[in-house]
């Protein structure tokens, strides 16, 4: 597969990402939600760390919410720099269709949230009970201290523990509670299909020359 379809896959997903999230984040305000089946919602949150939400700050105390944020996104540079370095190998070495695929999506999620986290904190005011405007006056943030936009929200059980069931008896139970993103889900279907089609991925050797 070529380079230049791999730019291409990168481009559609990181394309989509982005109009999606600018168009959430200029049309909802913080925590606003649209329901579209009973278990699936548009829900507006943004996401100030890495997965789930989790800050560097919150795993080391001493470092504060702003350090802490400027190392997360200096590490999705680094990250995505090591991403597209693979990739480009890959391609260089005929990597499978199937690897190929994989690292671009991985790439344009990364990428994608990167967008978010570099440059969202300067390009938009706050979403705190107002819709955001693109390029305002008074951003919310500054560079590199953007927070990334989520929205799809999949809670697909939303029920309630029997009162027998020890411990969490008559508590609420919700699956899935994650929120998340289109570039999100590049990532998560990009590693994905790793996973799944290893030996496609990665043939032996002897594999690959059969195949030529």
Request: glycine fraction near 8%.
């Amino acid at each position: 597969m070529s380079l230049k379809k791999a730019v291409f896959i990168i481009f559609l997903v990181v394309l989509v990402d982005q109009i999606s999230k600018i168009y959430i984040k200029t049309h909802f305000v913080l925590g606003e939600s649209v329901t579209v089946f009973s278990w699936f919602k548009i829900l507006f949150i943004e996401n100030e760390g890495a997965a789930w939400g989790t800050k560097l700050s919150d795993i080391i105390p001493f470092i504060s919410d702003e350090a802490g944020k400027m190392a997360l996104t200096v590490f999705r540079l680094l990250a995505i720099c090591g991403i597209g370095y693979w990739l480009n190998d890959a391609v260089k070495k005929n990597g499978s269709k199937v690897l190929v695929i994989s690292i671009a999506l991985i790439f344009a999620g990364a990428f994608g949230n990167i967008v978010d986290s570099v440059f969202y904190g300067v390009v938009f005011d706050h979403s705190y009970h107002q819709v955001a405007t693109v390029f305002a006056d008074e951003p919310y943030g500054s560079l590199f201290h953007g927070k990334v936009v989520d929205m799809l929200y999949f809670p697909m059980i939303d029920t309630t523990w029997p009162d027998w069931v020890p411990g969490v008896g008559g508590k609420n139970f919700r699956f899935f509670e994650p929120v998340f993103n289109l570039a999100d889900s590049a990532i998560s279907i990009g590693v994905g299909i790793l996973l799944v089609f290893h030996k496609k991925a990665f043939p032996k050797p002897e594999e690959a020359q059969e195949k030529e």
